[in-house]
Nanobody, 125 residues
């Protein structure tokens, strides 16, 4: 089993930045494609950004392109999401996810086997 724990969320003003972290334990996270998803109140969970198992290929949702970056530190079993120019619409619970079946990232949440408990990001306008 792979355990994922997110951190770094908080309350910030619009235009600010936050960096989310996801710590993986239990197995070597370098064998997994990983991603960030988010879920806002009353909305379905949606893909934010993903990274293949090697950390080379990335994918971003259109609404975060140019504002968010994703990276991973495989030796440290960490995944990061740098969020810049935050907007009120970015308010959500952000989840880290890992897929044992894929090498490349995917935007389908059903492709991910492991999930963290989430970290709240609130952006005030």
């Amino acid at each position: 089993q792979l355990q994922l724990v997110e951190s770094g969320g908080g309350l910030v003003q619009a235009g600010s930045s936050l960096k989310l972290s996801c710590s993986a334990s239990g197995r070597t996270s370098r064998n997994y494609a990983m991603a960030w998803f988010r879920q806002a109140p009353g909305k379905e969970r949606e893909f934010v950004a993903g990274l293949d198992r090697f950390g080379f290929d990335t994918d971003f949702a259109d609404f975060v392109k140019g504002r968010f970056t994703i990276s991973r530190d495989n030796p440290a079993s960490m995944l990061f999401l740098q969020m810049n120019s935050l907007q009120a619409e970015d308010t959500a619970v952000y989840y880290c996810a890992a897929s044992s079946r894929l090498q490349a990232t995917t935007a389908r949440d059903s492709d991910y086997d492991y999930w963290g408990q989430g970290t709240q990001v609130t952006v005030s306008s």
